[in-house]
């Protein structure tokens, strides 16, 4: 079946991953007539509840601090009598002690669901927690609180680095958390093809992820693991803070990326196309963003087995990293390829000196003289300075594309797999020598659903989103890594500070116009 298995490490990626898996849930239809598109399988496993039923929940493990999980429940309504019987077969039989936790109301939107009545708008304010706008339910064994922390505590935060390796490195130690939290649903798959990590990499979230990937590294050698990495506002904050989460940041790319099979930093634009509306700072309508971009991205990689567009997580790996050691890439986003799919007209209104916009639906790069590449209206890669010279100047250096994966989804019915299975050893050699990139381009006829958790994020859309992806791997991120580089010798310990900066040196030079690993495994 191909199954992936999901990692969600803290509140910012579990306010991603909710997005996500509502989608998911989106997918969900009851007719026997309709065949589905989506393989429901690859990202959800069936069960008995507790009352006999059967039941259908994501293959996936939460990790939160305490008080993250707002009103979500470790048993919900499939598992209530199991934790009736918990109760009553519990092991204590002294007197109880009463420790009162401040009560948490269910948000009215969760309410609404719970009694199958229309659900209200939701709103910014209305938001507390990524619990408030979930629709799915969970496997108790999916939810992990760690109480160690608590969320947004003043006293003992959880911001550096080290905290979070820290952290797991005691939490594994006492428990080995590979096998209480993520063996039974490996297990259960028949043929897993992957798992995803959705991680804040700029706070002690990131060492979290760096240890807990050695550990998975370590199990699953050969399984492709991809990790998106969410990253925030690096200029907001006193200058302290901003180096802490660039140093932060550098750490997890160091030693995250050494271990995934491609990792994707992610943030928000500081610049967005007139056609969306939303607020970054609040977190469920920047999740919303991102979330349309990774699950669009990962598309393929769900689909039925029957369609002839699917790809497996290593397939779109094998596209990317060109050269052997180019895992880093760059994901970039357009909304409305069809701008009548989504009732936009073309005489929509652009932003004035809005350099990410383009009339003709992106900005031409290098290679568009092979009418090939181009940027797209939204660049999640997070960029921590405009590339200037020493005197102010933008850098006029061009991008160099190694690989790039597109994936364009809509209502209409359209071509399929265009370019990219048919390059066979000798194609892909002979665009390597030409400095060409590799390509694959995909299209889906499923529009991108818009639930009632989904915020009015984008203008002049109907029930469903035309949306066009790419996922890339090119010479920006050489610079990203440089960038982190220099940020290193100015914010980090001298023990650190030389083997990290070389490291990410090394790293870099892979995503350098010319560089070529030595590898000749596609000419064979």
């Known amino acids: ?100 936790q401040p009560t948490i109301e269910p948000s009215a939107y969760q309410l609404s669901l719970e009694n199958g009545t229309t659900p ?10 990524w619990s408030d706008f979930n629709r799915v339910y969970f496997h108790p064994k999916s939810i992990v609180q760690l109480n160690e922390y608590e969320l947004g505590s003043t ?48 706070d002690a979230w ?10 998975l590294r370590d199990e699953y050698g050969k399984t492709s693991l991809w990790v998106f990495g969410l990253e925030g506002n690096g200029k907001e904050g006193p200058r302290s803070t901003q180096f802490l989460k660039l140093s932060n940041t550098a750490r997890s790319i160091a030693e995250v990326s050494s271990q995934a099979s491609l990792y994707i930093p992610l943030t928000v634009p500081s610049t967005l ?9 609040s977190p469920w309508h920047a999740s919303a963003l991102l979330s349309t971009a990774v699950e669009t991205m990962t598309l393929p990689s769900r689909l039925s087995a029957r369609a002839s567009t699917r790809a497996t997580l290593a397939d779109t790996g094998a596209t990317l990293n060109v050269n052997g050691t180019q895992n880093i890439a760059r994901l970039q986003m357009s909304i409305g ?72 989804r809509s209502d209409q019915e359209t071509g399929g797999d265009d370019g990219g299975d048919n390059l066979d050893g000798r194609d892909r050699a002979r665009r390597r020598a030409a400095g060409l990139p590799i390509m694959h381009k995909t299209s889906i006829p499923l529009a991108y659903p818009l639930p009632t958790s ?14 066009h992806t790419s996922l890339s791997t090119d010479t920006r991120v050489a610079a990203r890594i440089k960038s982190l580089q220099t940020t290193v010798g100015r914010a980090i310990g001298v023990e650190e500070r030389e083997a990290l900066a070389n490291a990410l040196g090394e790293m870099a030079e892979g995503y350098e116009e010319g560089w070529s690993s030595g590898s000749d495994e596609d000419e064979d």
Request: no cysteine.
């Open 1 to 100: 079946m191909h199954e992936i298995l999901t990692l969600q490490l803290g509140q910012r990626s579990n306010y991603l991953a909710t997005h996500f898996w509502n989608t998911q849930e989106s997918y969900f239809t009851y007719s026997g007539d309709e065949e589905p598109v989506v393989d429901h399988d690859v990202h959800f496993r069936p069960g008995i509840g507790a009352d006999g039923a059967e039941t259908f929940t994501p293959r996936t493990v939460i990790y939160d601090l305490k008080g993250g999980f707002g009103t979500l429940r470790k048993l919900n309504a499939l598992y209530e009598l199991e934790e009736d019987r918990s109760a009553s077969a519990g092991a204590w039989n002294g007197a109880p002690i009463m420790r009162p």
């Open 120 to 129: 209200p708008q939701l709103t910014k304010e209305s938001i507390r927690y």
């Open 155 to 202: 006293l003992m935060p959880f911001e550096n680095w080290s905290v979070g390796e820290d952290l797991f490195n005691s939490l594994d130690k006492e428990h080995d958390l590979l096998d209480r939290d993520l063996r039974s649903f490996a297990e259960e798959a028949d043929h897993m093809q992957g798992i995803q990590i959705m991680a804040s990499v700029d």
């Open 206 to 215: 990131g060492g979290f992820a760096a240890r807990y990937m050695e550990r």
């Open 273 to 281: 196309p007139t056609y969306t509306s939303l607020d970054p700072s």
């Open 337 to 408: 390829a069809d701008p009548q799919a989504n009732g936009e007209s073309h005489d929509a209104p652009r932003g004035a000196g809005d350099s990410r916009l383009a009339t003709n639906g992106g900005r031409l790069n290098e290679e568009d003289e092979d009418g090939e590449v181009v940027e797209l209206d939204m660049d999640f890669f997070p960029v921590d300075a405009p590339a200037m010279g020493r005197r102010g100047r933008r850098a006029d250096r061009r991008l160099h594309t190694f690989g790039r994966v597109e994936t364009s």
């Open 454 to 467: 989904f915020p009015h994020i984008y203008y002049r859309t109907s029930a469903a989103l035309s949306v």
